[in-house]
């Protein structure tokens, strides 16, 4: 098989997976539809930052309305919301009176809303692979973590 050949396989592969992907979020996002959408949520962002237009991404698409907030110092952001060092991912989101730190999948957020535990925020350490805006698998089970007054408890896993 030539290169062409390959690439072309890659590529349609490629295709095929995003576009499978989509209708399967599409579709579960669906059956998680809460009226919590009609909050909006603004992301802290660096104006660097990528995956987090990615996450962004998810978030209009599921129907939540979202405000970007671009900084340089994203210390401040994660200082002001009491998130310890070993919780913080990239951007840091705010919704209603709760923050949630990182790529957590949307039904965790909707969780979040529906449930309104007495915490803080939410928060899904580090970028892992597989969790929206980040590319590649998921390859293990995501722990999500609550926050309340920069103490640490597991909230769910999914």
Do not use: W
């Not at 995956?51 to 405000?67: A, P, S």
């Amino acid at each position: 098989m030539n290169i062409k050949k390959i690439l072309g396989l890659g590529f349609l592969t490629l295709a095929v997976f995003i576009i499978g992907k989509s209708i399967f979020t599409k579709n579960e996002k669906v059956e998680g539809t809460s009226s919590s959408r009609s909050e909006k949520i603004t992301i802290h962002k660096s104006p660097t930052c990528g995956c987090c237009v990615g996450y962004t991404g998810f978030l209009k698409r599921d129907g939540y309305e979202v405000e970007t907030n671009e900084t340089t110092d994203m210390d401040s952001v994660k200082k002001e919301h009491n998130i310890p060092i070993n919780m913080q991912s990239c951007h840091t989101s705010i919704i209603g009176k709760y923050f949630v730190e990182g790529h957590i999948p949307l039904e965790v957020v909707d969780k979040l809303l529906a449930e309104k535990p007495d915490l803080d925020g939410i928060a899904l350490p580090g970028m892992p692979a597989g969790s929206p805006g980040m590319p590649g698998a998921k390859t293990e089970e995501f722990i999500i973590y609550g926050l309340k007054d920069g103490e640490v408890s597991e909230f769910t896993r999914i």
